[in-house]
Nanobody
Framework: QVQLVESGGGLVQPGGSLRLSCAVS????????MGWYRQAPAKQRELVAD???????NYSDAVKGRFTISRDRAKNAVYLQMENLKPEDTAVYYC???????????????WGQGTQVIVSS
């Protein structure tokens, strides 16, 4: 059974930093794309950043230059380093992974449970 477990959220002041982690467990044959989405209250879930199997990265305009996504193949993990945080970054952050699990026969998207980030003074 595949599980994604996020950590690293919390309360931070504007201008501060946080590092989100997402660890993937289970019997996995291959991991393709990994990414982070966020959902603020009363707003739709939006892409923050993603990283391909070839480590090509993509960022939303709102976070470009402040956030950095990375992945660790050996640990089946994806990270989001967030710098110069702003109040508008407040949201629940979700990791998502496109992977091939044992017995599935195909790549499928899996989601974590979310981790809350609050940027406030």
């Amino acid at each position: 059974q595949v599980q994604l477990v996020e950590s690293g959220g919390g309360l931070v002041q504007p201008g501060g930093s946080l590092r989100l982690s997402c660890a993937v467990s289970g019997v996995i044959f291959d991991i393709n794309r990994m990414g982070w989405y966020r959902q603020a209250p009363a707003k739709q879930r939006e892409l923050v950043a993603d990283i391909s199997a070839g480590e090509i990265t993509n960022y939303s305009d709102a976070v470009k230059g402040r956030f950095t996504i990375s992945r660790d193949r050996a640990k089946n993990a994806v990270y989001l380093q967030m710098e110069n945080l702003k109040p508008e970054d407040t949201a629940v952050y979700y990791c998502t992974v496109d992977l091939w699990a044992r017995g599935s026969g195909q790549y499928s998207d899996y989601w974590g449970q979310g981790t809350q980030v609050i940027v406030s003074s």
